[in-house]
């Protein structure tokens, strides 16, 4: 069997209609997995799939898993489809900016209920499924998105975000701890900068300077980001559980 072989193999990515996720479901359809797509927005959803479907067996099952509700539901739908499920990656997530004296009580409701409680919900939602699909040489996955904005503090205000990043790392842990002896391993990658709707903004105005700040010289690139999945859903990474792993060009471990 080859090593990032993933023929066979079903995945989940939420918020996978564009910037990270997206890149993450083009890299797991092209290993062979079939992949469930999963965003608020159903034209979002169709948009997505007509671009990937070159790739491989793509559907979109629409959902706001910034409630338990729809954790739960979207579980339910995959169920009915599928007996088992190898791979989750919990990617939805929000951000907001505002300064220190004004940051409001919605700004923590918003982004730690799709940031952080979502990933958990979803986790334990699913979870019959992986324990479906999870062999002991062969676990099921799951793939959390954080942030280097969770590694260090970051210079913009962005309160909610930081810390619910840094929330979704130590979950990590916890649950690699709680789910290894059910044969399902749970990691997280913390992406730097990379071109999605979340950064246009900001890299529009800092792009040249983000970029000068990394050893690499760069951002992220979708290939970058669909290579580290691939690495964590593969027969690869099957005896890694509980880590981080930044995807930055160097920057949260060198600035």
Known sequence: MHLFDLTGKVAVVTGGTRGIGLMMARGLLQAGASVYISSRKAEAGEQAVAELSRFGTVESIPADVSTEA????????VGRRE???????????????????TFPASAWDKVLDLNLKAPFFLTRAF?????????EDDPARVVNVGSIDGL????????????????????TRVLAKELGP????VNAVAPGPFESKMMAATLA?????????????????????????????????????GAVIPVD???????
């Open 70 to 77: 729809e954790c739960l539901r979207l579980a339910a739908e």
């Open 127 to 135: 979870l019959p499924l992986l324990e479906a699909a999870g062999t």
């Open 182 to 185: 059910k044969r399902v391993t």
């Open 249 to 255: 060009g160097g920057r949260a471990t060198t600035l």
């Open 205 to 241: 105005a800092h792009g040249d300077e983000i970029a000068a700040s990394s050893p690499l010289g760069r951002i992220g690139r979708p290939d970058d980001m669909a290579g580290v999945v691939v690495y964590l859903a593969s027969r690869a990474g099957a005896y890694v559980t």
């Open 83 to 101: 007996e088992r499920l190898h791979v989750l990656v919990n990617n939805a997530g929000a951000t907001w900016g505002e300064p220190f004296g």
């Open 152 to 171: 260090h503090a970051p210079s913009l205000p962005t309160y909610s975000y930081s810390a619910s990043k840094a929330g979704v790392h130590h979950l």
